[in-house]
């Protein structure tokens, strides 16, 4: 059983709207969490990394929250734009290892 | 400044056929990865390296060999591919192993094995 789930697996959401995305883990030790966005036939870029003191980290219209205690985690998109079509990441990290979630696939459409 | 740079970006192989993936990094990143990735799956660790002419086995190895002869470069071998191994291969390097290290990554090569 994968260490990291994410939900919901895809969603639509029209241009313009906010959604969120969950990551849910039990990987222990934690050290951090990251977010990464993939494009459709490109490599995963970093969204925002957080360690166990942070409970919420923006990027421009991304903004991501973490509750190390519930060991959740989630990704806020607002006023989306057809430009944040693609597979949205989570990573978790212990020191040494990083354990990926399947990853959230969002279109938005016009 | 290119970051990572994977080659070939596509390749199909027949079953048993032999490939290897180049993999190239301009950031002077003493730790370099492969990943493959599937279909409804997270990212899986094949193999890494911790610095030019170390490597270590990750989650799933089996069927792959690798090499880190030159800091910048880290090659993916297949000696003899199988079906199961058709998959979307990513590298990537960075600065540290684990913590907040920023995880950079190529952009790819697609393996189809017939």
């Known amino acids: 059983k994968n260490q990291v789930e994410q939900s919901p697996q895809s969603l639509i959401i029209l241009e313009g709207k906010n959604c969120t995305l969950q990551c849910n883990y039990t990987v222990s030790p934690f050290s951090n969490l990251r977010w990464y966005k993939q494009d459709t036939g490109r490599g995963p870029v970093s969204l925002t990394i957080m360690t166990f003191s942070e409970n919420t980290k923006s990027n421009g219209r991304y903004t991501a929250t973490l509750d190390a205690d519930t060991k959740q985690s989630s990704l806020h998109i607002t006023a989306s734009q057809l430009s944040d079509s693609a597979s949205y990441i989570c990573?978790?990290?212990?020191?040494?290892?990083?354990?990926f979630g399947a990853g959230t696939t969002v279109t938005v459409r016009a | 400044n290119a970051g990572v740079t994977q080659t070939p970006k596509f390749r199909v192989l027949k079953t048993g056929q032999s490939m290897t993936l180049l993999c190239a990094q301009d950031m002077n990143h003493e730790y370099m990865y492969w990943y493959r990735q599937d279909p409804g799956m997270g990212l899986r660790l094949i193999h890494y390296?911790?610095?030019?002419?170390?490597?270590a086995k990750g989650e799933v190895p089996d069927g792959y060999n690798v090499s880190r002869l030159k800091k910048q470069n880290f090659l993916l071998g297949l000696e003899s591919a199988a079906p199961s191994q058709t998959s979307v291969y990513f590298c990537a390097s960075s600065y540290n192993l684990g913590g907040t290290g920023e995880l950079f990554f190529g952009e790819g090569s697609r393996l189809t094995v017939l």
């Open positions: 390296s911790v610095g030019e002419g170390t490597t």
């Open positions: 990573v978790v990290s212990t020191d040494y290892k990083l354990s």
